[in-house]
């Protein structure tokens, strides 16, 4: 399955590209969304905010996971914070310095 990474995007992105490469990495891993999911994440991207009311099991965690790409892309540009890392004043990890 391929990786889903903030490496498909080079900063600073728009919205718009940054919902390119999460729909291109659905393509790659073979995920077709359902038409609801594809609604949820369009209006999510667009600034809209959403209640998804959807049995269990029909997707919603597809959508979760599409606007945490966007937003953590939004914070953090190329670089995720690793679990356990905090957010340090100058907005980056650690300061904003890379390791």
């Known amino acids: 399955m391929p990786i889903l990474s903030s490496d498909r995007l080079d900063p600073p992105a728009s919205n718009d590209a940054i919902l390119d490469a999460f729909l291109s990495y659905l393509i790659e891993a073979g995920i077709e969304p359902y038409a609801h999911q594809e609604s949820a994440i369009l209006e999510l991207y667009a ?3 959403v209640i998804l009311n959807t049995p269990t099991g029909s997707g919603k965690s597809l959508v979760a996971m599409a606007v945490q790409f966007l937003l ?8 995720f914070l690793r679990w356990g890392e905090e957010v340090g004043e100058a907005g980056g ?3 904003g310095e890379r390791q």
């Open 72 to 79: 953590l892309f939004l914070r953090h540009g190329r670089r």
């Open 93 to 95: 990890a650690n300061g």
């Open 47 to 49: 600034g809209h905010n």
